[in-house]
């Protein structure tokens, strides 16, 4: 899996996981379907990234 940065596209560090983002007009929704690394990393990376 990759992600696309301003820098460019690069390895994705979450590897095995599955996760929607949903940047609504109330926050972000996430939605996942597994939690290989840890739900707390999966939300500190959304708001990382989001």
């Known amino acids: 899996m990759f992600v696309s940065?301003?820098?460019g596209i690069e390895a994705e560090h979450l590897s095995d996981?599955?996760?929607?983002i949903i940047n609504t007009?109330?926050?972000l929704?996430?939605?996942t379907g597994c939690?290989?690394?840890?739900?707390?990393n999966i939300i500190?990376?959304?708001k990382e990234i989001g």
């Open 25 to 27: 007009s109330k926050g």
């Open 35 to 40: 939690g290989h690394s840890h739900i707390l």
């Open 44 to 46: 500190n990376y959304t």
């Open 17 to 20: 996981d599955i996760v929607l």
């Open 5 to 7: 940065k301003e820098e």
């Open 29 to 31: 929704v996430i939605l």
